[in-house]
């Protein structure tokens, strides 16, 4: 892959950045800058998108539980994204990487189509347990689930060729590029890829970090733009989405 050592902190892709490059060889977006919205607005306008969708009992109880384990678990607003794509999309087939204790699970559930089936894969079936749990507390029949314990990377490749209509991986990011390469199979032509945490709270977007891990996410990140066979759009959820349709 090419690096992401130069370039403007839109990776490139601006035409008129300043010459200001700094230590690291990335330069402020003149783009970007235009669009930023004043300092003063930029908190009420995360709060507020973050507060815009409505979580109920059971979401509020998961999201409680994921944060006495200390496990990450989709934000409201990102999981407001996942349930419209899914709505959008009319989605019958799902598949996600990184069951957690079911947060992201219940949202996608709830804008499939109601005969639609989530197929989810963790490596810890004690949080695929307590995900079992929430699915059914919010009324879900156990047809609708296909939970899988096993590692990302080995459960993939016995998944269907271009039968899903969404694929939201959302695991450890050191594996999204192979996780990218899987959804390019799974996905039917117009299904769509999302990547959880692809802002990484931020340090995707900060070219100081340089982090085996972050470095890696930034790749993919820009990867997903600079080829013909993804739309991606970048969603700057708390820990960002990298949602893309397949061409
Ligand atoms: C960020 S949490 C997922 C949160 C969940 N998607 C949600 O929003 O509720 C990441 C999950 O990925 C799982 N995980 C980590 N590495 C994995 C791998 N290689 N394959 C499958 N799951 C993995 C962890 O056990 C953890 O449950």
């Not at 804008?111 to 989530?118: H, K, S």
């Not at 931020?202 to 340089?210: E, F, K, L, N, T």
Request: with cysteine; charged share 20%.
């Amino acid at each position: 892959m090419a690096s992401t050592t130069s370039g403007c902190l839109c990776l490139g892709s601006c035409s008129s950045v300043p010459a200001s490059a700094g230590a690291t060889g990335w330069r402020r977006c003149a783009i970007a800058a235009s669009m930023r919205v004043p300092q003063q607005h930029a908190n009420h306008a995360h709060d507020f998108t973050e507060a815009y969708p409505v979580e109920d009992a059971v979401l509020t109880a998961a999201r409680a539980q994921a944060g006495e384990l200390g496990l990450t678990c989709t934000g409201p607003a990102a999981g407001a994204v996942l349930r419209l794509i899914a709505a959008a999309g009319a989605a019958k087939a799902v598949v996600e990487v990184g069951t957690g204790i079911g947060v992201s699970g219940l949202w996608l559930l709830r804008g499939m189509r109601p005969d639609g089936i989530l197929t989810t894969i963790d490596i810890e079936p004690e949080y695929q347990r307590m995900a079992r749990r929430a699915f059914a507390e919010a009324g879900f029949a156990p047809s609708r689930t296909r939970i899988i314990a096993g590692r990302g990377l080995d459960v993939l490749p016995r998944l269907a060729d271009g039968v899903y209509d969404l694929v939201f991986v959302d695991h450890d990011v050191t594996e999204y590029a192979a996780g990218v390469v899987a959804a390019a199979r799974l996905l039917r032509p117009g299904g769509v890829l999302v990547l959880g945490g692809a802002l990484a709270a931020g340090r995707v977007g900060d070219p100081a970090v340089r982090d085996p891990a972050t470095v890696a996410l930034r790749e993919v990140v820009k990867s997903l733009r600079d080829t013909d066979e993804w739309v991606p759009a970048l969603v700057p959820t708390r820990d960002g989405l990298l949602c893309a349709a397949k061409r």
